[in-house]
């Protein structure tokens, strides 16, 4: 039982390229989360996902694309990455809400993306 | 819009000592869940202890306790005995009963144990 995985652990691009992050969870989680966290200012939600084949966005979305072909993955795309978009990627997941503590949102390892 | 605050950028505690690190949050709710998560600098967010908002008895997980407010909207961690291995970033974060289980997070509190 991995839990949940992201891929890549580090990246460096240049302005104006493109990547994909994958975010895996092996614990059959219905709900599916992309933070971003910068010095000071916590984890902001950039999108976030109920279900397979649905995605809505969260506090900071702009410059960011996700999908959620599978239940099990979850993707964040930038489609044209700028210097403002260096941070730490952090993806989460959790169960279907409930009144018990299986509506804990359980993170990944975090993926640090620089942008030049 | 719900927010979190937590206004001690930076704590420091002496090993075995006790500390408390604060946070407070505006909701129009009266149904919500607050959590502590711990971030070590291996960058990893591990949960310490979830408090839900209509349960009146704080939430305890071995050394690490809250004081939970709920008039005050305040929601304290406790650490007891603090060990060396406590030192991290420590985040607030709350959550609404919702169809999305989102969560919006507190700016961190960097709590340091000296020896």
């Known amino acids: 039982n991995a839990g949940v995985t992201q891929t890549p652990k580090f990246r460096v691009l240049k302005t104006g390229q493109s990547m994909t992050l994958l975010c895996a969870q092996d614990?059959?989680?219905?709900?599916m989360y992309w933070y971003r966290q910068d010095p000071g200012m916590g984890l902001r939600l950039i999108h976030y996902s109920v279900g397979e084949g649905t995605t809505a966005k969260g506090e900071v979305p702009d410059g960011y694309n996700v999908s959620r072909l599978k239940k099990q993955n979850f993707l964040l795309g930038l489609e044209s990455a700028a210097p403002s978009q260096t941070s730490v990627y952090f993806c989460?997941?959790?169960?279907?809400?409930?009144?018990?503590?299986?509506?804990?949102?359980?993170f990944g390892p975090g993926t640090r993306l620089t942008v030049l | 819009a719900q927010t979190v605050t937590q206004s001690q950028p930076e704590m420091s505690v002496q090993e075995a000592e006790t500390v408390t690190l604060s946070c407070t949050y505006d909701t129009s709710e009266s149904d919500y869940y607050l959590f502590w998560y711990k971030q070590p600098p291996s960058r990893q967010m591990i949960l310490v202890i979830r408090q839900e908002a209509y349960k009146q008895q704080n939430a305890t997980e071995n050394r690490f306790s809250v004081n939970f407010q709920k008039a005050a909207k305040s929601f304290s961690l406790k650490i007891s005995d603090s060990q060396l291995g406590d030192a991290a970033m420590y985040f607030c974060a709350y959550g609404r009963y919702d169809a999305t289980n989102k969560l919006i997070f507190g700016t961190g509190t960097l709590l340091a144990v000296q020896p």
């Open positions: 614990m059959n989680h219905e709900y």
């Open positions: 989460a997941s959790s169960p279907q809400r409930g009144r018990t503590d299986t509506d804990t949102q359980y």
